[in-house]
Structures are given as structure tokens and as C-alpha cells.
């Protein structure tokens, strides 16, 4: 009996609004980078809710109210609730509150949203290692003091549950990409020498599983799982969320992701699908096929591995980098040698 090929990318015979009821839309690299809007982003996601689709935007940013990120959105042209804006903070406040007594101190270092959250679960925020507060939670705040981050190694030094709403070492922002909280949170590590008990963002699936819960609000059933899409551009957070919770993904090429990531991703990091941009929510997605040995086919595009090169029929065709990531992970999961460093340079419009 021969072998069962290797699967990989899926694929659907109908547009990605259509085969998933519920989308898990992240916002920095997808929708916006910074103040400025993503091309397509607005058009493809009014088009997809058109089609029956409920978007919720998930995003790692713990600094912004709920309503600020809609506002924000409604200036794309986008008809956003702040109910459909799950951030870092919202998640936190939920799993801080499941994790303490009822009105128990929590030292808090983070904007006024997450400190808003956390009061909104009827808990004392407190600022000060010295009120001894029976947990702390941290996320990203641009005005985040030195002195700020001690009192929450000081207080985690002295037993306080540490959380916090994300673990990004980086953010993208308008002129580039910047620290994210995961860099000042590995401050409070190296400090304490203690690590965070839970994280409210991605990789973790918390976020997502939230997300799905909120979106059916109080006494309805949630979209199945399966139902259920992850819309990223980072692999490493938003892919590997989905990886985690089961839930299947999109990556895009929008934001941190790039052909050569995806083509070198490890199992765990691996889309179900792979996309240029937004557009995607409103196609069919061709699934790759495996030709025998390491060769793939996506539509008209080919890739395969010979002698640990890595060659594709056409480096401008989304179809050609589908089926040359297929073909690199199967190199890879085979122990197969691919010289990295003679990837197809892919450069899609």
C-alpha cells in the first residue's frame, strides 16, 4: 500500500466568507499599520460581512479603548461596534478575575484601558508593590517608566500572580517597528526571575476562544470552532494562536509575514492558508496538490525540491508560493537539506 500524501495548505471551492461563519481579524499589519489603513483591508472585509461573515477584530494591543479602535475603523469606512474589538486588556481582565478572590488589590501597569477592565471586574487597582496586591498584570504602555516596571518585579518578588496582556517583542508602527510589550515584560523577568502564570494575547489561544464567546453574547451558542477563522500577519502570534486552539488560519502578506517566513515555517507556526491580502476573504482558495517526491501544484503554478533547491514556475504567483511553501515543508519534515539561502525570491503584487 502506498504512502498517503502529505497534507498541508487547505483549500475551498467557494470564497473564505462563505465556508467560515466567523472571522478572528487581527488589526496591526492586517487592517492598519499605525494611523494608516492596509490596501483592500476595508473593501474586502465590508464584502465578506456582505456575504454573511461576523468579523471580530482580535488584537494584542492592550493600550486602546474598545471604541477608539472602532472610531478608528469607521474612519476606513468599516461598520465596527466596540463590542467587535476584542483586546489583550478585555481577555486579561476576564482570566485576572477567574484567577482571584472578588475585589482582591491587583497592581496594574498598563494604559487606562486595561486599568478600566480590570476595575470593571470589580477588582482594586492598585500602583504600589507596598499594597500587596494579590496579583499584577502588565501591558504595553508608551509611557511606561522604569519605576513603573520595579513595582511590578518588586511585587512579583514578593507573590503576586503575574499576567499579562501580550508577549510581542515588537509592534509595527508607522515609521517602522518598534518595541512591543513582550520586550518590556522580559525586563520584569530578567528582574524577578519569574515568569508570567498566563499571557492574554496570541500565541496563546485565550484571545480567540474569548473572542468567540463574546461574539455570541449572553445565552447563545458560540460558532463552531471549525466555523472559525484566524486572520493574521504575524506567524509567530496570530498563526501559532490558531494552531493552538485548533482554530483554522490565514496568514497575509500585509504586515511582519514574508514569503521566505512562510516558506521556513515549522510545523507549529503553519497557516491553513496563505493569502497576499484581504482579497482572500472574497475568493476561492485552490488547494495544492502533492505531484510525487517534493513537487506541488497549486492551479497552473508549480514548486519542488531537487538536490535541496527550491525552484517554482513563477515567483510573481501567489499559486507558486502556496504550493513552494508545501514542498518546503515537506523538505523539512523529511529531514530533506534546502539551501536557504536560494529560496525563490516571491514578490507579489
Not at 484581504?278 to 476561492?284: G, T
Not at 482558495?285 to 513563477?314: F, I, K, N, Y
Not at 529531514?335 to 516571491?346: M, R, T
Request: negative net charge.
Amino acid at each position: 500500500m502506498s504512502e498517503a500524501a502529505p497534507e498541508y495548505l487547505k483549500g475551498t471551492d467557494r470564497p473564505l466568507a462563505e465556508a467560515y461563519g466567523l472571522a478572528l481579524l487581527d488589526l496591526d499589519g492586517v487592517v492598519y499599520r499605525g494611523k494608516l489603513p492596509v490596501a483592500h483591508a476595508a473593501g474586502s472585509i465590508r464584502a465578506a460581512e456582505a456575504a454573511g461573515m461576523t468579523i471580530e477584530y482580535t488584537t494584542n494591543n492592550s493600550s486602546r479603548f474598545q471604541h477608539v479602535v472602532a472610531d478608528q475603523l469607521k474612519g476606513f469606512g468599516l461598520d465596527v461596534g466596540p463590542w467587535q474589538v476584542i483586546t489583550s486588556s478585555v481577555v486579561a481582565a476576564r482570566m485576572v478575575a477567574r484567577a482571584v478572590p472578588a475585589g482582591a488589590r491587583v497592581l496594574v501597569l498598563g494604559a487606562e484601558h486595561l486599568r478600566e477592565e480590570i476595575a470593571g471586574q470589580g477588582l482594586a487597582v492598585v500602583d504600589s508593590a507596598q499594597d500587596a496586591p494579590a496579583a499584577a498584570v502588565q501591558g504595553w504602555y508608551p509611557e511606561m517608566t522604569w519605576g513603573q516596571m520595579a513595582q511590578v518585579a518588586f511585587a512579583v518578588e514578593h507573590g503576586a500572580t503575574y499576567f499579562v496582556t501580550n508577549r510581542d517583542l515588537t509592534i509595527p508602527r508607522e515609521l517602522g517597528i518598534a518595541p512591543g510589550c513582550g520586550s518590556m515584560i522580559q525586563a520584569v523577568v530578567n528582574a524577578a526571575g519569574v515568569e508570567p502564570v498566563a499571557s492574554a494575547g496570541k500565541p496563546e489561544p485565550a484571545m480567540y476562544d474569548e473572542a468567540r464567546l463574546l461574539a455570541a453574547g449572553d445565552g447563545r451558542e458560540p460558532v463552531a470552532r471549525e466555523r472559525c477563522l484566524a486572520i493574521g500577519d504575524r506567524l509567530d502570534t496570530d498563526i501559532e494562536a490558531g494552531n493552538r486552539g485548533g482554530y483554522d488560519s490565514l496568514a497575509v502578506l500585509t504586515g511582519v509575514t514574508n514569503p521566505r517566513e512562510l516558506m521556513l515555517a515549522p510545523a507549529h507556526l503553519r497557516p491553513s492558508f496563505v493569502a497576499p491580502d484581504l482579497r482572500a476573504l472574497n475568493e476561492p482558495m485552490p488547494q495544492p496538490a502533492h505531484a510525487g517526491g517534493t513537487r506541488w501544484t497549486c492551479g497552473a503554478a508549480w514548486a519542488e525540491v531537487t538536490d535541496g533547491m527550491l525552484t517554482a514556475s513563477d515567483a510573481t504567483d501567489v499559486d507558486a508560493l502556496r504550493a513552494a511553501c508545501c514542498a518546503a515543508w515537506q523538505a523539512a519534515d523529511e529531514g530533506l537539506a534546502l539551501d536557504v539561502d536560494a529560496l525563490p525570491g516571491f514578490t507579489l503584487d
